[in-house]
């Protein structure tokens, strides 16, 4: 029952724009957020963390995707007045892929390809979910 304030359940349309703002905040967080943890963590801690430039760019890029798809997707949620909290979906997008990417290293599952894939996917699935969870009241 919907009163007004977008507490009802959402459609597949607000579904499926929502997962298109969150691939889109999701490139913009990446490009944003991982460039700046690169140029900062990359160029001045790099070395003393035992990692190559381009791991840290990779690693900086897939936690800047997780936040990004969440402000995405709460945005998009916002504008079709569905209820969520729009902190939430980009903390448990950037947890999300941190906890991807680092479990699937240390458990030594897969290649870089699969590390990818897996770390932009499971962050748009997580903050579709995590957002749409949490309801006006």
Same mark, same amino acid.
């Given at each position: 029952?919907?009163?007004?304030?977008?507490?009802?359940?959402?459609?597949?349309?607000?579904?499926?724009?929502?997962?298109?703002?969150?691939?889109?905040?999701?490139?913009?967080? +990446?490009? %944003?957020? *991982? &460039? /700046?943890?690169?140029? =900062? !963590?990359?160029?001045?801690?790099?070395?003393?963390?035992?990692? #190559? @430039?381009?791991?840290?760019?990779?690693?900086?890029?897939?936690?800047?995707?997780?936040?990004?798809?969440?402000?995405?997707?709460?945005?998009?949620?916002?504008?079709?007045?569905?209820?969520?909290?729009?902190?939430? +979906?980009? %903390?448990? *997008? &950037? /947890?999300?892929?941190? =906890? !991807?990417?680092?479990?699937?290293?240390?458990?030594?599952?897969? #290649? @870089?390809?699969?590390?990818?894939?897996?770390?932009?996917?499971?962050?748009?699935?997580?903050?579709?979910?995590?957002?749409?969870?949490?309801?006006?009241?």
């Amino acid at each position: 029952m919907s009163d007004g304030r977008g507490s009802a359940a959402p459609s597949a349309r607000t579904i499926l724009f929502e997962v298109g703002g969150a691939i889109l905040g999701g490139i913009l967080g +990446a490009v %944003v957020i *991982g &460039g /700046l943890i690169y140029l =900062v !963590a990359g160029l001045l801690f790099a070395q003393q963390l035992g990692m #190559g @430039l381009l791991t840290v760019g990779v690693l900086g890029a897939s936690f800047g995707f997780g936040i990004g798809a969440g402000l995405g997707t709460a945005l998009v949620g916002r504008a079709f007045q569905q209820g969520g909290n729009l902190w939430l +979906a980009p %903390v448990a *997008g &950037g /947890l999300s892929s941190v =906890v !991807a990417l680092f479990g699937m290293r240390l458990l030594n599952l897969g #290649g @870089l390809g699969e590390l990818l894939i897996v770390g932009l996917l499971l962050p748009l699935v997580v903050v579709v979910v995590v957002y749409n969870l949490q309801t006006r009241r």
